[in-house]
Structures are given as structure tokens and as C-alpha cells.
């Protein structure tokens, strides 16, 4: 009896050593673009789509799981594999279609941020410079195993959105009926719609972060199984707070016939209906993933780009030593803070642009991603097994599938 | 058609090959030899109808014809390629990493640079500049041209082969490069940050083809994180004797670093003195003298004479940081004195210790805290201080290297 209990204390000892990496990158994607097309598929569409949400968690469980794989495997990270085994031309495409979407994510995150403040009566010139601030000293002070912890203690601030949907008593048998029985509408607004929360779920900065998180925190393939509770456990707690976020707007604004575009908005029209407590929790919640995503994304892409070509990287470098590591991060924070005193409808062509890159982006990472781990010589024994292999296949032709309607659709209306 | 006595890799990778004036397939990858003392290329890997095949090299010729160069072979004459001896540049050398023994750090290889002499063709260096990345994309020539109209220049940056280590990842096929020998060369503590700023797997596998004098040093320059890498990869044997060749104080150190169950594996794997003296360190808390100090200091008895004290060093011939103090002990092993070895040299060869030796020892309890310690070091300007328990018995010493070793690392944990 001991003997048991004492494994299973070691067993969890090891998961909670090993958790991280996917906890954060699945928290990270609930930023300000996931909030705000979260909220807006609840506002505009109420519980109708909620069971997509399955299909999305266990499309991102089967991508993620292969970055995190090849991380362990191979000890490297996404760009330097593409880079080695597709050559210089394709990086330097994925790299730069990689640069404007990060660039993009960031920019929203900024403003995520800024505009969450503003909720909470903090104008944003005071607040940008804040963040800005705080996200870089994060970065020149950060090793990965303080970044994470850091994370780790914002990202409960998530657990809002719950609270939140609680707070506006939603009818939770409608809730259930949804979530377990499939509707769907050939409206070309509810298929973009669609396809826009399998988009803001599933973005090509995530499979680089991940990946490079694992290498960094220096998971091996013998602690494997546990790196792949960490894939399920993130992508897990990532769709249950998209979850709340549908609820919560879809038990509101739905019911009262608002629309939105910005996550703020969520957080403003939330006020009248249900009162200062779920406004202000909603605002947090965007504020922490925010703050979050606008520390990684720029990390993420500066770890990408300089690993592809060659240069210096890595937190423990100092400025000269790895100058277009840091040179990459300070630019994203620079553009990202300044770019939210621009008009919001600019602000917003702007998102909608960076969707349409990574609609391109998206469906070439992915394939990238089955072929080095389907390549014997980047994984070894640790290919993907045949039925694996049909699954992702399937994912991917799914989501390029979508990518590709997302991306066509502005040209054909 | 012009000849031509170099060309790059990027160049001529993708192009047609004639055989007489029909194309009878592409050019994919080019093998060298690397028992040359220039690698030479031996054999074409060809694409011919969907299927790669290797061809000896000696029937080639490469030449310029219109800007482009136009590859045709006299023979089609298939070679085997013995993997021991051969590395294929595109697969295993163009976007890899590499270490640029010169530079003394990891790069990545932009392009290939060959020439073409009587005797056959060689690659003589790799390209890791911005140029060899432009030149990929096809855009050298015009960037250039765009930026000499402001009279700037991209420059190149060539590492010459005799300069450049291949590195192998741990899954690749590339057998020959695995003895690492071009990095004997380089200074353990460069060693070190050329290995840190591998992957894991490579670290693991660089590491473990030095020998175990070389690895010893290494290790101790390694950052915590790359040492606790390395010695969760290595063969428990090989980690056994590789740390009996450093330090106890700092072997002990890594020890308390790692998995348990891994670090007692190897203690068992140590031979037995080694291994007991670096169970009794790690016993010690972080932070306190003890864990440290070195236990193999050497110390004389009051009634030893001059003579027998210098006869006794020229036995033992202690290391240059340890022999500037000689420790005096009692019957009881309690320190009694020191003598520093200008008052050894400069007096009577009979005299005995206890005459010439300094009563008021500056000493450190094994309990002490670190801090205490870099005080007192500080203060009296010495380079060593002995180290004693309860009943003042010695039982170590610690060097001024050690300290700053120790300072070293808080520092890098605080940052």
C-alpha cells in the first residue's frame, strides 16, 4: 500500500515537474483575438456552437502533440527542422508569413491589454507603456523556469471567465443540449464564423512556442508521457475557458441581440446586462491573457527566426551577444504598443488582415509538421504509428480545408 | 564555355546533368571524401527517373556556360559509397549547424564553397554570411547591386574546412565526424559554450566522445543545466570516470544537482575513495564551507624538520594552488600552525616546523556559511584557508578558485 501510494506521489511529483510548456501555450491561445472570437460566436450565434468546440480541442491535442514530440526527440526547435530539412528558400517564406501573423497577434494582445485597463479605468496612456515595460524587463531578466512560473501564477486569473459565466445564469439544459448535439447552418456568415474559432484556435505561433518550450525546459522522450498530459491538460483547460467565454456572451449579448467585434466590447456590453462583477472579470481575464500572450508571441517569433538562419539567441545572452534575438523582441513590443494609437477601424482592418496570412501560414506549417514527423531520420523510432498518421491527416485536411475558405471567402463576396 | 576553379554548392544542387549533349538526370547531392586532407568530392548523387543513384565524380565536369553552369558527365560509372569515410554536403553539412573551431561557436552553414584543381574537385570552406543566404534565394546579385549604390557592401564570412566540425545529430547517418577530433583543440571553457549552445541530443553526443581528461575539464565549465544534460545521458561508466577526474568539491557539486537515483548509481560505479569523499561533501548544505572545500589537502606534524618537509613535497608534488600554505597538525590532527612556503625555502633545513610556524591561523569552521568565508578571504587577502569541525581537527581547505566558482554561479542564478 505505501509502496503504491508513494509511486503515484513520485508519478504526480513528475507531472507537475513536466506541466508547463502545454499549460501555458493553451492558456496563451485564449488571447484577445481567441477572446474576442469567442465572444463574438456567443454573441452572434448563442450556444449553436458550442459542440464545434470538440472537434477543435481534439484537433489541437493531435497538432500540439506533434510539436511537443518533436521538441522532445529531437532537442530542437520547428524552424531549425524546417530549415534542415526544407531549405533555405521555404524558411525564409514561413518565416516571414510567421513574422507578420506574430507581428499582428501581438499588436491585438497590446491592445487586449490596453483596452482591458480601460475597463478598469486605467486610460491606455498609461498603460501601454506599462505593459510594454513589463514585458520586456520579463524578457532581459527571464530564464524560462521564471517566465513560466510568472505565467503560470497570471494565467489563474483565467479561472474569471468561469466565475463569470456562473455569475450570468445561462440555461444550462440549453447549454448541455448544445454541447452534445451538433447544429449547424449553411449561412455563409456562420460558416466564416466557424472557421474564424478553428482559426483563432489553432495559430502557427503556438506549434513554435511549444515546441521550443519542451526543448528549452529540457523534457526528454523518457518523461514523455507526462509532456503528453501537459498537450491534453493545455488544449483541455484552453477550449473549457473558450467554453465559459461562449457561454457567457451567448446567455447575454445573444439573448439581447448584440453583436461585437473587439473582446472589449464583450466586456462593456456585459455591464448593463449583468452587472459591474462579470464586466470586471471579464476584463482580468483579458488583461492576463493579454499580458501573456504579448510576452510569448514576441519570444516565440524572435527563437524562430534567429534559429532558422543562424544568428545568437537565447534569454541567457545579453543584448550584444544575440542583438536580432533581442532586436526581434524589442521591434514586436515597440510596434505593438505604438500600434494601439491608431484608430480602432484601422486597428481592425488590420486583425482581419493578419487572419488572412495565417489562413496561408497555417496549412503549411501543419504539413511541414507530418512530414518531419513522419521522416525517420528526424524522429527514429518515435514516427508517427499509421493510425496516428490518418488522424492528423485528417486534422490537417480539415483545417487547411477551412483555411482555405477563410482565406478565398473576402475575394468572392 | 569558360572553366572554372571554384564554384558553390547552392550553384550547381538542382541542376541538369548531360550525359553527352541529352540530360539524363539532376544533380542532388555531392559526396566527399574526408580521409584527404582537403575533403575531396568522390561521387554525384544523381535523380534519374524518381530514383537517386550514386556516380564517381572523376568522370564530371562542371563548366560556365551563359552565367550558368552546365554539368556533364563522360561515364556513367556507379560508386559505393562507404559511409565510414564519406559525408554528403547537402544532406549533411548545407543548413546544419556546425562549430567553427576559429570562431569558437555554432553556426549554420549557408552554402559551400568548392574548387576545382587538377587533381579533382574540394571543398575548401563554408559560407555562414549573409551573402550565402541571398545567393540561396537567388537575390545576391541584385541586393548587391542596390546597396553599392550606396557604397555598402554585404560581406562575406567563409570558414575554411581545416576550421569547420560537422556535427552530428543523434539520429543522422553521418558516421565519420563522430570523433570530434578538430575540437580537441579549443580550450576547455570554449568547449563548454560551443557544447551548451548545441540541443540536447547533440550535447549529449559531442560530450561523450572526448575523453575522459577532456570531458572532466569540460564539465566543469559546462552550465548547471548542460552538466546535469550530460551526465543523465552518458553511460553510467563513462560518467563514473569522468568525474573522478575532476575536483571532489565540484564532482560532489553535480552530484547534488542530479536525479538521486542516477547520482548514487554512479557513486557506486566510482572507485571507492573517490566516491566516499564525495558522499562525505555532499553531505554538507549548500551555501556552507563544507560543501566547497577540497578534502585532499596535504598537511604536515610539528615535529617534522625542513628537510623532511620539502623531501615530502617533492613526493607528493601538490598542485600550484595548494602548496602556497602548508598546514601544521598536531598528534590529534587539531591545526596547530601554518607555514607559507617562503619561510619553508628560506630557512635551516633542520629547523622544525613547529620553530618557524605561524600560530595565529586564519581558519574556517566546515559549518560556516559561504558568505563568512568570502569575508574573511577578502579581508586578509589569502589565497587559501583551512577548514575545521568541532574538535578543530583540519579537514580541508578551500581554495580562492573555488570561491569564485561559487560566486560565479549565484551570480548566473540570480541574473
Known amino acids: 500500500m505505501m509502496q503504491r501510494n508513494s509511486g503515484f506521489l513520485k508519478k504526480m511529483f513528475l507531472l507537475f515537474s513536466v506541466i508547463g510548456p502545454g499549460l501555458i501555450t493553451g492558456i496563451a491561445d485564449d488571447d484577445a483575438t481567441g477572446i474576442a472570437t469567442y465572444a463574438s460566436v456567443g454573441a452572434s450565434y448563442g450556444y449553436k456552437m458550442l459542440w464545434g468546440l470538440f472537434l477543435i480541442t481534439i484537433s489541437l491535442i493531435v497538432v500540439q502533440e506533434m510539436a511537443a514530440r518533436m521538441g522532445a526527440v529531437t532537442g530542437k526547435g520547428l524552424s531549425a527542422l524546417i530549415r534542415e530539412n526544407f531549405g533555405v528558400k521555404m524558411t525564409l517564406f514561413a518565416m516571414v508569413t510567421l513574422l507578420i501573423t506574430n507581428l499582428a497577434i501581438t499588436i491585438a494582445d497590446f491592445a487586449g491589454a490596453a483596452a482591458s485597463l480601460e475597463i478598469l479605468s486605467i486610460p491606455k496612456y498609461i498603460s501601454v507603456p506599462f505593459v510594454a515595460l513589463l514585458v520586456w524587463m520579463v524578457t532581459l531578466r527571464g530564464s524560462y523556469k521564471k517566465a513560466e512560473r510568472f505565467f503560470l501564477v497570471i494565467s489563474l486569473v483565467m479561472i474569471s471567465y468561469i466565475i463569470a459565466a456562473f455569475l450570468v445564469k445561462p440555461d444550462w439544459g440549453e447549454v448541455f443540449k448544445n454541447t452534445f448535439i451538433p447544429t449547424f447552418s449553411f449561412d455563409r456568415d456562420f460558416v466564416l464564423m466557424f472557421i474564424a474559432m478553428v482559426g483563432t484556435t489553432i495559430t502557427p505561433w503556438m506549434q513554435f512556442y511549444h515546441q521550443a518550450s519542451v526543448v528549452d525546459k529540457g523534457i526528454d522522450i523518457e518523461h514523455y508521457e507526462y509532456e503528453k498530459m501537459d498537450v491534453v491538460i493545455g488544449s483541455l483547460v484552453s477550449n473549457i475557458l473558450a467554453f465559459f467565454i461562449i457561454v457567457t456572451t451567448a446567455a447575454t449579448l445573444n439573448k439581447a441581440g448584440i453583436s461585437i467585434e473587439m473582446a472589449e466590447d464583450a466586456a462593456i456590453a456585459l455591464k448593463p446586462l449583468a452587472g459591474d462583477y462579470a464586466s470586471t472579470l471579464f476584463a482580468v481575464g483579458l488583461?492576463?491573457?493579454?499580458?501573456?500572450?504579448?510576452?510569448?508571441?514576441?519570444?516565440?517569433?524572435?527563437?524562430?527566426?534567429?534559429?532558422?538562419?543562424?544568428?545568437?539567441?537565447?534569454?541567457?545572452?545579453?543584448?550584444?551577444?544575440a542583438p536580432v534575438f533581442y532586436g526581434i523582441i524589442l521591434f514586436f513590443i515597440i510596434i505593438g504598443s505604438g500600434v494601439i494609437f491608431l484608430p480602432s477601424s484601422l486597428f481592425i482592418k488590420l486583425i482581419i488582415i493578419s487572419q488572412e496570412v495565417t489562413g496561408i501560414l497555417t496549412p503549411i506549417i501543419l504539413i511541414y509538421m507530418i512530414k518531419l514527423t513522419t521522416n525517420k531520420d528526424v524522429m527514429g523510432e518515435y514516427t508517427n504509428s499509421g493510425a496516428f498518421n490518418i488522424v492528423a491527416w485528417i486534422t490537417v485536411g480539415f483545417i487547411i480545408f477551412l483555411t482555405i475558405i477563410l482565406t478565398v471567402s473576402p475575394f468572392l463576396s | 564555355m569558360n572553366n572554372i576553379t571554384s564554384f558553390y554548392l547552392s550553384r550547381v544542387i538542382g541542376n541538369r546533368v548531360f550525359y553527352g549533349e541529352s540530360v539524363f538526370g539532376k544533380l542532388v547531392d555531392l559526396a566527399v571524401d574526408v580521409n584527404f586532407e582537403k575533403p575531396k568530392v568522390v561521387a554525384a548523387l544523381i535523380?534519374?527517373?524518381?530514383?537517386?543513384?550514386?556516380?564517381?565524380?572523376?568522370?564530371?565536369?562542371?563548366?560556365?556556360?551563359?552565367?550558368?553552369?552546365?554539368?556533364?558527365?563522360?561515364?556513367?560509372?556507379?560508386?559505393?559509397?562507404?559511409?565510414?569515410?564519406?559525408?554528403?554536403?547537402?544532406?549533411?553539412?548545407?543548413?546544419?549547424?556546425?562549430?567553427?573551431?576559429?570562431?569558437?561557436?555554432?553556426v549554420r552553414v549557408n552554402d559551400v564553397r568548392l574548387a576545382v584543381l587538377s587533381t579533382g574537385t574540394y571543398a575548401v570552406a563554408v559560407d555562414i554570411g549573409i551573402e550565402g543566404l541571398l545567393r540561396r534565394l537567388g537575390l545576391a546579385k541584385p541586393i548587391k547591386k542596390f546597396f553599392k549604390n550606396f557604397g555598402k557592401n554585404i560581406t562575406s564570412k567563409f570558414i575554411l574546412w581545416d576550421y569547420v566540425q560537422p556535427i552530428t545529430s543523434a539520429k543522422s547517418d553521418l558516421k565519420i565526424s563522430m570523433s570530434y577530433n578538430k575540437?580537441?583543440?579549443?580550450?576547455?571553457?570554449?568547449?563548454?559554450?560551443?557544447?551548451?549552445?548545441?540541443?540536447?541530443?547533440?550535447?549529449?553526443?559531442?560530450?561523450?566522445?572526448?575523453?575522459?581528461?577532456?570531458?572532466?575539464?569540460?564539465?566543469?565549465?559546462?552550465?548547471?543545466?548542460?552538466?546535469?544534460?550530460?551526465?543523465?545521458?552518458?553511460?553510467?561508466?563513462?560518467?563514473?570516470?569522468?568525474?573522478?577526474?575532476?575536483?571532489?568539491?565540484?564532482?560532489?557539486?553535480?552530484?547534488?544537482?542530479?536525479?538521486?537515483?542516477?547520482?548514487?548509481?554512479?557513486?557506486?560505479?566510482?572507485?571507492?575513495?573517490?566516491?566516499?569523499?564525495?558522499?562525505?561533501?555532499?553531505?554538507?548544505?549548500?551555501?556552507?564551507?563544507?560543501?566547497?572545500?577540497?578534502?585532499?589537502?596535504?598537511?604536515?606534524?610539528?615535529?617534522?624538520?625542513?628537510?623532511?618537509?620539502?623531501?615530502?613535497?617533492?613526493?607528493?608534488?601538490?598542485?600550484?594552488?595548494?602548496?602556497?600554505?602548508?598546514?601544521?597538525?598536531?598528534?590529534?590532527?587539531?591545526?596547530?600552525?601554518?607555514?607559507?612556503?617562503?619561510?619553508?625555502?628560506?630557512?635551516?633545513?633542520?629547523?622544525?616546523?613547529?620553530?618557524?610556524?605561524?600560530?595565529?591561523?586564519?581558519?574556517?569552521?566546515?559549518?560556516?556559511?559561504?558568505?563568512s568565508l568570502i569575508g574573511i578571504i577578502s579581508k586578509y587577502s589569502l589565497l587559501a584557508v583551512p577548514v575545521i569541525d568541532a574538535e578543530k581537527r583540519l579537514i580541508g581547505v578551500v581554495i580562492i578558485n573555488d570561491i569564485v566558482y561559487e560566486l560565479l554561479k549565484r551570480n548566473r542564478r540570480m541574473a
Not at chain 2, 563548366?63 to 554528403?88: F, L, N, W
Not at chain 2, 547537402?90 to 573551431?101: E, G, N, S, T
Not at chain 2, 561508466?237 to 552530484?255: G, R, T, Y
Open chain 1, 287 to 321: 488583461f492576463g491573457a493579454s499580458l501573456i500572450a504579448a510576452h510569448i508571441v514576441p519570444l516565440s517569433t524572435a527563437y524562430a527566426i534567429t534559429e532558422a538562419f543562424g544568428f545568437e539567441n537565447g534569454l541567457d545572452k545579453k543584448f550584444k551577444e
Open chain 2, 47 to 106: 535523380r534519374e527517373n524518381g530514383e537517386e543513384r550514386f556516380y564517381d565524380f572523376s568522370f564530371f565536369e562542371i563548366k560556365k556556360e551563359k552565367g550558368q553552369y552546365r554539368i556533364s558527365c563522360a561515364e556513367k560509372k556507379p560508386i559505393y559509397i562507404d559511409v565510414h569515410r564519406t559525408m554528403r554536403l547537402v544532406k549533411h553539412i548545407l543548413d546544419k549547424q556546425i562549430v567553427d573551431i576559429n570562431g569558437r561557436k555554432v
Open chain 2, 183 to 371: 575540437l580537441y583543440t579549443l580550450h576547455p571553457s570554449d568547449l563548454a559554450d560551443i557544447i551548451e549552445d548545441l540541443d540536447k541530443k547533440t550535447q549529449a553526443a559531442v560530450f561523450a566522445s572526448l575523453d575522459d581528461e577532456k570531458a572532466a575539464d569540460v564539465l566543469e565549465e559546462l552550465e548547471t543545466k548542460a552538466q546535469i544534460n550530460v551526465l543523465e545521458s552518458l553511460p553510467v561508466e563513462k560518467a563514473a570516470d569522468v568525474l573522478e577526474k575532476m575536483p571532489f568539491d565540484e564532482a560532489a557539486d553535480i552530484l547534488d544537482d542530479i536525479n538521486k537515483e542516477r547520482a548514487d548509481k554512479i557513486l557506486n560505479e566510482m572507485d571507492v575513495r573517490a566516491s566516499r569523499e564525495i558522499k562525505e561533501l555532499m553531505q554538507y548544505p549548500e551555501h556552507t564551507v563544507g560543501s566547497i572545500m577540497v578534502r585532499d589537502f596535504i598537511s604536515f606534524k610539528t615535529i617534522f624538520t625542513v628537510e623532511d618537509t620539502i623531501k615530502e613535497l617533492r613526493r607528493i608534488k601538490p598542485d600550484a594552488d595548494v602548496i602556497y600554505y602548508l598546514y601544521v597538525t598536531d598528534e590529534m590532527g587539531k591545526l596547530v600552525g601554518v607555514v607559507s612556503l617562503r619561510d619553508l625555502v628560506i630557512a635551516e633545513p633542520d629547523t622544525l616546523l613547529k620553530d618557524i610556524m605561524k600560530q595565529d591561523v586564519i581558519f574556517v569552521r566546515d559549518t560556516d556559511d559561504v558568505n
